[in-house]
């Protein structure tokens, strides 16, 4: 079982950049694929960004293609999301997730996800 915490959330001004943090516990971080989600007051929550338990596949959203990036340090147990010019239409709390696998897969779905954060507020406010 595992753990995930959510940091680096807050407000910032349109075009700005974010950098989120999610820490894991446990000792098998590295045999976790991890995505990132995100949720807007009064709408369902949506993929973001996914990457598979070495950080060599990763897939994105198309609203933030080219303008986030996921990775992770697996001697961290960390995954992180940056975020670069950021819109207002990016404003919500941001979830990470996770599910074993040690298989090289993403997961785009959050139905396949096994374990979530308490989730980020990220305001882009001008």
């Known amino acids: 079982q ?5 940091s680096g959330g807050g407000l910032v001004r349109p075009g700005g950049s974010l950098r989120l943090s999610c ?4 000792r098998t971080f590295s045999s976790y694929a991890m995505g990132w989600f995100r949720q807007a007051p009064g709408k369902e929550r949506e993929f973001v960004a996914a990457i598979n338990w070495n950080g060599g596949s990763t897939y994105y ?30 404003t919500a709390v941001y979830y990470c997730a996770g599910k074993i696998d040690s ?3 993403y997961y785009r779905s959050r139905m396949w996800y096994d374990y979530w954060g308490q989730g980020t507020q990220v305001t882009v406010s001008s």
């Open 61 to 90: 959203a198309e609203s933030v293609k080219g303008r986030f990036t996921i990775s992770r340090d697996n001697a961290k147990n960390t995954v992180y999301l940056q975020m670069n010019s950021l819109k207002a239409e990016d």
């Open 103 to 105: 298989g090289g897969r």
């Open 2 to 6: 595992v753990q995930l915490v959510e």
């Open 23 to 26: 820490a894991a516990s446990g």
